[in-house]
Protein backbone atom coordinates (compact mmCIF):
# COMPACT_ATOMS: atom_id res chain seq x y z
CA UNK A 1 0.00 0.00 0.00
CA UNK A 2 3.01 2.21 0.81
CA UNK A 3 4.93 1.80 -2.72
CA UNK A 4 1.95 2.70 -4.18
CA UNK A 5 1.33 5.45 -3.17
CA UNK A 6 4.83 6.62 -3.31
CA UNK A 7 4.64 5.54 -6.90
CA UNK A 8 1.49 7.88 -7.39
CA UNK A 9 3.08 10.80 -5.58
CA UNK A 10 6.68 10.03 -7.85
CA UNK A 11 4.26 9.98 -10.53
CA UNK A 12 2.72 13.88 -9.78
CA UNK A 13 5.95 15.22 -9.00
CA UNK A 14 7.58 13.72 -11.98
CA UNK A 15 4.14 15.55 -14.50
CA UNK A 16 5.08 18.74 -12.19
CA UNK A 17 8.43 18.86 -13.40
CA UNK A 18 7.64 18.31 -16.69
CA UNK A 19 5.07 20.84 -16.86
CA UNK A 20 7.45 23.62 -15.11
CA UNK A 21 10.12 22.95 -17.98
CA UNK A 22 7.87 23.09 -20.93
CA UNK A 23 5.71 25.98 -19.29
CA UNK A 24 9.72 27.81 -18.59
CA UNK A 25 10.53 27.08 -22.12
CA UNK A 26 7.34 28.74 -23.35
CA UNK A 27 7.38 31.80 -21.78
CA UNK A 28 11.50 32.45 -22.29
CA UNK A 29 9.98 32.14 -26.44
CA UNK A 30 7.61 34.34 -25.57
CA UNK A 31 9.88 36.96 -23.83
CA UNK A 32 12.55 36.62 -26.55
CA UNK A 33 11.63 34.69 -29.78
CA UNK A 34 14.86 35.32 -30.89
CA UNK A 35 17.10 33.20 -29.10
CA UNK A 36 18.88 31.71 -32.38
CA UNK A 37 18.64 34.60 -34.84
CA UNK A 38 19.04 33.55 -38.40
CA UNK A 39 20.95 35.29 -40.60
CA UNK A 40 21.76 35.28 -44.24
CA UNK A 41 24.90 36.89 -46.59
CA UNK A 42 24.27 37.91 -50.17
CA UNK A 43 27.88 38.64 -51.21
CA UNK A 44 29.14 41.61 -48.66
CA UNK A 45 25.80 41.94 -47.44
CA UNK A 46 24.62 40.12 -43.94
CA UNK A 47 20.80 40.30 -43.06
CA UNK A 48 18.49 38.95 -39.99
CA UNK A 49 15.36 39.29 -39.68
CA UNK A 50 13.98 39.94 -35.45
CA UNK A 51 10.41 39.00 -34.60
CA UNK A 52 9.09 41.37 -32.04
CA UNK A 53 8.05 40.01 -28.33
CA UNK A 54 4.39 40.10 -26.83
CA UNK A 55 5.35 43.63 -25.43
CA UNK A 56 6.03 44.90 -28.45
CA UNK A 57 10.03 44.44 -27.94
CA UNK A 58 12.36 43.15 -30.25
CA UNK A 59 15.07 40.98 -28.03
CA UNK A 60 17.48 38.88 -29.23
CA UNK A 61 20.43 36.34 -27.83
CA UNK A 62 24.08 37.58 -28.77
CA UNK A 63 27.30 37.88 -27.74
CA UNK A 64 29.91 40.47 -25.67
CA UNK A 65 33.48 39.88 -25.82
CA UNK A 66 32.45 35.77 -26.56
CA UNK A 67 30.14 35.75 -23.48
CA UNK A 68 26.17 34.70 -24.22
CA UNK A 69 24.07 38.08 -23.57
CA UNK A 70 20.41 38.85 -24.30
CA UNK A 71 19.96 41.93 -26.19
CA UNK A 72 17.06 44.45 -25.27
CA UNK A 73 17.00 46.50 -28.91
CA UNK A 74 16.91 50.33 -27.65
CA UNK A 75 16.65 53.16 -30.56
CA UNK A 76 16.34 55.22 -27.63
CA UNK A 77 19.67 54.21 -25.81
CA UNK A 78 22.89 56.59 -27.23
CA UNK A 79 25.39 53.51 -26.71
CA UNK A 80 25.25 49.83 -25.57
CA UNK A 81 24.51 49.68 -21.82
CA UNK A 82 25.43 47.02 -19.91
CA UNK A 83 24.98 46.45 -15.90
CA UNK A 84 27.61 46.83 -13.23
CA UNK A 85 27.46 42.97 -12.72
CA UNK A 86 27.78 42.21 -16.08
CA UNK A 87 30.49 44.74 -16.66
CA UNK A 88 32.55 42.97 -13.96
CA UNK A 89 32.14 39.60 -15.37
CA UNK A 90 33.27 40.85 -18.76
CA UNK A 91 36.56 42.69 -16.69
CA UNK A 92 35.39 45.90 -18.31
CA UNK A 93 36.97 48.74 -17.74
CA UNK A 94 35.32 51.82 -16.41
CA UNK A 95 36.64 54.69 -18.10
CA UNK A 96 35.02 58.51 -17.89
CA UNK A 97 32.55 59.24 -15.55
CA UNK A 98 29.58 60.79 -16.93
CA UNK A 99 26.12 61.23 -16.51
CA UNK A 100 22.92 59.36 -17.78
CA UNK A 101 19.31 60.30 -18.81
CA UNK A 102 17.32 57.57 -18.17
CA UNK A 103 13.35 56.72 -17.98
CA UNK A 104 14.52 56.76 -14.17
CA UNK A 105 16.26 60.29 -14.00
CA UNK A 106 19.45 61.38 -14.12
CA UNK A 107 22.32 58.95 -13.11
CA UNK A 108 25.64 58.25 -13.21
CA UNK A 109 27.49 55.68 -15.37
CA UNK A 110 31.10 55.20 -16.51
CA UNK A 111 32.40 54.56 -20.69
CA UNK A 112 33.77 51.12 -21.57
CA UNK A 113 34.61 49.60 -24.85
CA UNK A 114 33.24 46.43 -25.75
CA UNK A 115 36.00 44.49 -28.44
CA UNK A 116 33.26 42.42 -29.82
CA UNK A 117 29.25 42.60 -30.09
CA UNK A 118 27.68 40.29 -32.15
CA UNK A 119 24.14 39.45 -33.07
CA UNK A 120 24.12 36.30 -35.22
CA UNK A 121 26.96 36.70 -37.89
CA UNK A 122 26.64 40.64 -37.39
CA UNK A 123 28.86 41.33 -35.50
CA UNK A 124 31.00 44.56 -34.79
CA UNK A 125 34.24 45.33 -32.91
CA UNK A 126 35.09 48.30 -30.69
CA UNK A 127 31.99 49.02 -29.58
CA UNK A 128 31.14 52.24 -27.38
CA UNK A 129 29.55 51.42 -23.81
CA UNK A 130 28.08 52.24 -20.68
CA UNK A 131 28.38 50.91 -17.48
CA UNK A 132 24.66 51.54 -15.50
CA UNK A 133 25.24 50.61 -12.12
CA UNK A 134 21.32 50.64 -11.68
CA UNK A 135 20.68 48.71 -14.31
CA UNK A 136 18.35 45.76 -13.15
CA UNK A 137 17.64 42.69 -15.10
CA UNK A 138 20.19 40.89 -17.22
CA UNK A 139 19.37 41.99 -20.64
CA UNK A 140 21.87 44.44 -22.05
CA UNK A 141 20.43 47.61 -24.01
CA UNK A 142 22.02 47.09 -27.52
CA UNK A 143 21.92 50.85 -28.49
CA UNK A 144 22.95 53.37 -30.99
CA UNK A 145 26.29 53.19 -30.67
CA UNK A 146 26.13 48.97 -32.25
CA UNK A 147 22.51 49.51 -34.14
CA UNK A 148 23.59 52.95 -36.46
CA UNK A 149 26.28 50.77 -38.31
CA UNK A 150 23.34 49.17 -39.51
CA UNK A 151 20.31 49.28 -42.00
CA UNK A 152 17.09 48.59 -40.20
CA UNK A 153 13.99 48.14 -41.72
CA UNK A 154 10.55 47.41 -39.66
CA UNK A 155 7.31 46.53 -40.74
CA UNK A 156 4.59 45.05 -39.24
CA UNK A 157 6.10 42.43 -35.96
CA UNK A 158 9.94 42.36 -38.02
CA UNK A 159 12.73 44.39 -37.72
CA UNK A 160 15.21 43.42 -40.39
CA UNK A 161 18.58 44.47 -39.41
CA UNK A 162 21.64 45.16 -42.32
CA UNK A 163 25.19 45.21 -42.19
CA UNK A 164 27.08 46.22 -45.42
Known amino acids: MRVGKGMIVGAWVGLLAILTLFFNA ?5 NNPNTNPVTSAA ?3 TEMVLQRNRAGHYVASGRINGRKVTF ?3 TGATDVVVSDELADDLGLRRGMRMTSK ?3 GVVSAWRTQLSDVSLG ?5 NVRASILPGLQGDEVLLGMSFLQQLEMVQRGKHLLLRQH
Open 26 to 30: YLERQ
Open 43 to 45: GLV
Open 72 to 74: LLD
Open 102 to 104: TAN
Open 121 to 125: DISLQ
